[in-house]
């Protein structure tokens, strides 16, 4: 998993049936290949939208944070490898 960007890769709706419409929000959940949670938080169509949370391998937290239109905005704290927060850092623009 990139640190720089933990926006997960989201296919064209138009290729993938029965997504949903690009004004629907919905939860997305976004995995590790041994199928543990990776990342987890709303989508709008296929752009994340809202707060989501990352995880390691091992289920702690790593990172957590809102997205806006797919980029990182206001304030994402990292954790260290207990899951407790360690670091902030204001990724600017507005978390509301």
């Known amino acids: 998993m990139s640190t720089t960007n933990p926006t997960p890769h989201c296919p064209d709706p138009a290729h993938e049936p029965g997504a949903p419409p690009a ?51 206001g304030e994402w704290t990292t954790y260290d490898r207990q899951g407790v927060p360690y670091k902030t850092t204001d990724k600017g623009g507005s978390d509301s």
């Open 23 to 73: 004004t629907e929000v919905h939860e997305h959940v976004e995995r590790h290949k041994d199928g543990t949670v990776r990342g987890r938080g709303p989508m709008l169509g296929t752009v994340p939208q809202g707060y989501w949370e990352w995880f390691r391998l091992d289920g702690t937290m790593m990172r957590s944070g809102t997205l806006r239109d797919g980029e990182q905005v």
